[in-house]
Protein backbone atom coordinates (compact mmCIF):
# COMPACT_ATOMS: atom_id res chain seq x y z
CA UNK A 1 0.00 0.00 0.00
CA UNK A 2 2.83 2.43 0.82
CA UNK A 3 4.54 1.83 -2.18
CA UNK A 4 1.52 2.65 -4.48
CA UNK A 5 0.88 5.73 -2.33
CA UNK A 6 4.65 6.80 -3.04
CA UNK A 7 4.15 5.88 -7.11
CA UNK A 8 1.03 8.03 -7.04
CA UNK A 9 2.84 11.16 -5.25
CA UNK A 10 6.07 10.18 -7.62
CA UNK A 11 3.19 10.12 -10.59
CA UNK A 12 1.89 13.61 -8.93
CA UNK A 13 5.30 15.65 -8.71
CA UNK A 14 5.89 14.97 -12.38
CA UNK A 15 2.81 16.16 -13.27
CA UNK A 16 3.16 19.37 -12.12
CA UNK A 17 6.89 19.42 -13.12
CA UNK A 18 5.93 19.36 -16.43
CA UNK A 19 3.10 21.54 -15.97
CA UNK A 20 5.54 24.05 -14.90
CA UNK A 21 7.89 23.60 -17.53
CA UNK A 22 4.94 24.14 -20.01
CA UNK A 23 4.12 27.13 -18.46
CA UNK A 24 7.67 28.49 -18.74
CA UNK A 25 8.34 27.90 -21.91
CA UNK A 26 5.06 29.95 -22.89
CA UNK A 27 6.33 32.48 -21.46
CA UNK A 28 9.55 32.31 -22.92
CA UNK A 29 7.31 32.38 -26.15
CA UNK A 30 5.04 34.82 -25.33
CA UNK A 31 8.54 37.13 -24.75
CA UNK A 32 10.02 36.44 -27.42
CA UNK A 33 7.26 37.11 -29.98
CA UNK A 34 6.22 40.86 -28.14
CA UNK A 35 10.35 41.57 -28.22
CA UNK A 36 10.12 40.76 -31.94
CA UNK A 37 6.90 42.32 -33.10
CA UNK A 38 7.79 46.00 -31.13
CA UNK A 39 10.99 46.15 -32.29
CA UNK A 40 12.05 48.44 -30.11
CA UNK A 41 12.75 48.52 -26.55
CA UNK A 42 10.29 47.11 -23.99
CA UNK A 43 9.81 48.30 -20.65
CA UNK A 44 9.80 45.56 -17.56
CA UNK A 45 6.58 47.18 -16.58
CA UNK A 46 4.65 46.86 -20.55
CA UNK A 47 6.08 42.44 -19.96
CA UNK A 48 4.65 42.40 -16.51
CA UNK A 49 1.21 43.62 -17.77
CA UNK A 50 1.27 41.16 -20.76
CA UNK A 51 2.47 38.29 -18.83
CA UNK A 52 0.65 38.98 -15.46
CA UNK A 53 3.74 37.90 -13.67
CA UNK A 54 6.57 40.08 -11.28
CA UNK A 55 9.58 41.76 -12.11
CA UNK A 56 11.53 39.11 -11.07
CA UNK A 57 10.11 36.03 -12.66
CA UNK A 58 10.65 37.91 -16.06
CA UNK A 59 13.82 38.30 -15.17
CA UNK A 60 14.05 35.16 -14.21
CA UNK A 61 12.80 33.94 -17.84
CA UNK A 62 15.11 36.63 -20.10
CA UNK A 63 18.06 35.34 -18.12
CA UNK A 64 17.40 31.60 -19.39
CA UNK A 65 16.47 32.63 -22.83
CA UNK A 66 19.80 35.07 -23.07
CA UNK A 67 21.75 31.30 -22.09
CA UNK A 68 19.65 29.64 -24.76
CA UNK A 69 20.55 32.01 -27.31
CA UNK A 70 24.23 31.97 -26.64
CA UNK A 71 24.62 27.97 -25.74
CA UNK A 72 22.77 27.74 -29.60
CA UNK A 73 24.88 30.18 -31.20
CA UNK A 74 21.78 31.74 -32.38
CA UNK A 75 22.12 35.01 -34.73
CA UNK A 76 20.08 37.10 -32.33
CA UNK A 77 20.16 38.04 -28.62
CA UNK A 78 18.09 39.90 -25.94
CA UNK A 79 19.91 43.24 -24.72
CA UNK A 80 19.28 45.33 -21.73
CA UNK A 81 19.07 48.88 -21.94
CA UNK A 82 18.44 51.39 -18.92
CA UNK A 83 16.03 48.53 -17.61
CA UNK A 84 13.83 48.02 -20.73
CA UNK A 85 14.86 44.66 -23.10
CA UNK A 86 14.88 44.69 -26.93
CA UNK A 87 15.34 41.34 -29.24
CA UNK A 88 18.71 42.21 -31.19
CA UNK A 89 21.22 40.98 -33.66
CA UNK A 90 24.24 39.65 -32.67
CA UNK A 91 27.25 42.67 -33.24
CA UNK A 92 29.45 39.99 -35.06
CA UNK A 93 26.58 39.57 -37.56
CA UNK A 94 26.02 43.41 -38.79
CA UNK A 95 28.35 43.09 -41.18
CA UNK A 96 26.20 40.60 -43.33
CA UNK A 97 23.11 42.43 -42.35
CA UNK A 98 24.07 46.39 -43.13
CA UNK A 99 24.62 45.51 -46.92
CA UNK A 100 21.20 43.84 -46.95
CA UNK A 101 19.11 45.69 -45.22
CA UNK A 102 20.26 49.18 -44.24
CA UNK A 103 20.24 51.87 -47.70
CA UNK A 104 22.12 54.20 -45.33
CA UNK A 105 26.38 53.43 -44.75
CA UNK A 106 27.63 52.00 -41.54
CA UNK A 107 28.44 54.43 -38.87
CA UNK A 108 32.23 55.39 -39.76
CA UNK A 109 33.19 57.89 -37.08
CA UNK A 110 35.81 59.83 -37.23
CA UNK A 111 38.18 60.45 -34.22
CA UNK A 112 36.37 63.98 -33.76
CA UNK A 113 33.11 62.22 -33.56
CA UNK A 114 34.15 59.65 -31.14
CA UNK A 115 35.76 62.61 -28.69
CA UNK A 116 32.61 64.43 -29.16
CA UNK A 117 30.48 61.20 -28.45
CA UNK A 118 32.52 60.46 -25.20
CA UNK A 119 32.08 64.17 -24.19
CA UNK A 120 28.36 63.83 -24.29
CA UNK A 121 28.41 60.45 -23.20
CA UNK A 122 29.86 61.43 -19.82
CA UNK A 123 28.16 64.53 -19.49
CA UNK A 124 25.05 64.01 -20.43
CA UNK A 125 22.67 67.08 -21.05
CA UNK A 126 25.37 69.12 -22.39
CA UNK A 127 25.14 72.28 -24.34
CA UNK A 128 26.73 72.72 -27.64
CA UNK A 129 28.80 75.37 -26.18
CA UNK A 130 30.18 73.44 -23.57
CA UNK A 131 31.41 70.69 -25.99
CA UNK A 132 33.13 73.36 -28.00
CA UNK A 133 34.98 75.28 -24.94
CA UNK A 134 36.27 71.33 -23.92
CA UNK A 135 37.29 70.36 -27.44
CA UNK A 136 38.50 73.89 -28.53
CA UNK A 137 37.13 73.75 -32.04
CA UNK A 138 33.17 74.20 -33.94
CA UNK A 139 31.30 71.32 -33.32
CA UNK A 140 28.60 71.92 -35.27
CA UNK A 141 29.31 69.56 -38.08
CA UNK A 142 29.54 66.56 -35.60
CA UNK A 143 27.13 67.05 -33.37
CA UNK A 144 24.83 67.03 -37.00
CA UNK A 145 26.54 63.98 -37.84
CA UNK A 146 25.65 62.31 -34.57
CA UNK A 147 22.13 63.65 -34.64
CA UNK A 148 21.30 61.83 -38.14
CA UNK A 149 23.05 58.34 -37.27
CA UNK A 150 20.80 58.12 -33.59
CA UNK A 151 23.82 58.01 -31.34
CA UNK A 152 22.67 61.35 -29.47
CA UNK A 153 19.36 63.57 -29.64
CA UNK A 154 18.20 66.76 -28.20
CA UNK A 155 17.51 66.30 -24.25
CA UNK A 156 15.71 69.74 -23.28
CA UNK A 157 17.05 73.08 -22.68
CA UNK A 158 19.91 74.14 -20.18
CA UNK A 159 19.18 77.09 -17.20
CA UNK A 160 22.09 78.77 -18.50
CA UNK A 161 21.51 82.55 -20.13
CA UNK A 162 19.83 81.74 -23.90
CA UNK A 163 18.17 78.47 -22.78
CA UNK A 164 20.42 76.65 -25.06
CA UNK A 165 19.75 73.27 -26.12
CA UNK A 166 21.24 69.97 -24.59
CA UNK A 167 22.72 66.80 -25.96
CA UNK A 168 22.29 63.51 -24.36
CA UNK A 169 23.34 59.89 -25.80
CA UNK A 170 20.47 57.95 -27.00
CA UNK A 171 19.40 53.51 -26.60
CA UNK A 172 21.35 53.36 -30.01
CA UNK A 173 24.38 55.07 -28.47
CA UNK A 174 24.30 51.73 -25.82
CA UNK A 175 23.58 49.15 -28.42
CA UNK A 176 26.18 50.29 -30.66
CA UNK A 177 28.63 49.85 -27.81
CA UNK A 178 27.35 46.79 -25.87
CA UNK A 179 26.38 48.64 -22.83
CA UNK A 180 22.97 48.59 -20.52
CA UNK A 181 23.59 51.90 -19.23
CA UNK A 182 25.57 55.02 -19.03
CA UNK A 183 27.00 53.48 -15.55
CA UNK A 184 28.79 50.99 -17.73
CA UNK A 185 30.82 53.65 -18.90
CA UNK A 186 34.80 53.00 -18.33
CA UNK A 187 35.95 55.34 -15.47
CA UNK A 188 37.93 58.41 -16.99
CA UNK A 189 41.35 58.55 -15.62
CA UNK A 190 42.34 60.47 -12.68
CA UNK A 191 43.19 64.49 -13.58
CA UNK A 192 44.31 67.25 -11.87
CA UNK A 193 44.69 70.92 -13.05
CA UNK A 194 47.64 72.39 -12.99
CA UNK A 195 48.66 76.56 -12.73
CA UNK A 196 47.15 77.42 -15.99
CA UNK A 197 43.82 75.17 -15.47
CA UNK A 198 45.10 72.35 -18.07
CA UNK A 199 44.53 69.02 -17.31
CA UNK A 200 47.30 66.93 -16.37
CA UNK A 201 46.74 63.27 -16.58
CA UNK A 202 48.60 61.34 -13.44
CA UNK A 203 48.37 58.11 -15.51
CA UNK A 204 50.62 58.85 -18.40
CA UNK A 205 50.48 56.48 -21.43
CA UNK A 206 53.58 54.27 -21.19
CA UNK A 207 54.01 54.49 -25.28
CA UNK A 208 54.03 58.19 -25.31
CA UNK A 209 56.23 58.24 -22.08
CA UNK A 210 59.64 58.64 -24.44
CA UNK A 211 57.96 60.77 -27.73
CA UNK A 212 59.74 64.24 -27.58
CA UNK A 213 57.40 67.02 -26.59
CA UNK A 214 57.25 69.71 -29.23
CA UNK A 215 58.54 72.94 -29.45
CA UNK A 216 56.17 75.90 -29.76
CA UNK A 217 58.10 76.63 -32.85
CA UNK A 218 57.50 73.56 -34.20
CA UNK A 219 53.87 73.75 -33.17
CA UNK A 220 53.76 77.11 -35.14
Do not use: W
Amino acid sequence: MKQKKHVKFKMFLQKGMRKIIMEIEKNKAIIEAILYTAGREVKMSELMAALELGAEDITTIIESMKAEYKNLNRGIEIIEINGSYQLCTKKEYFDYIYPMFDNRAKPNLSTAALETLAIIAYNPKITRAEIEAIRGVNSDGTIYKLLEYNLIAESGKSDAPGRPMTFSTTSQFLKMFGISNLNDLPELPKYKLDDNRQIVIDEIIEENSEAPIPSEEENN
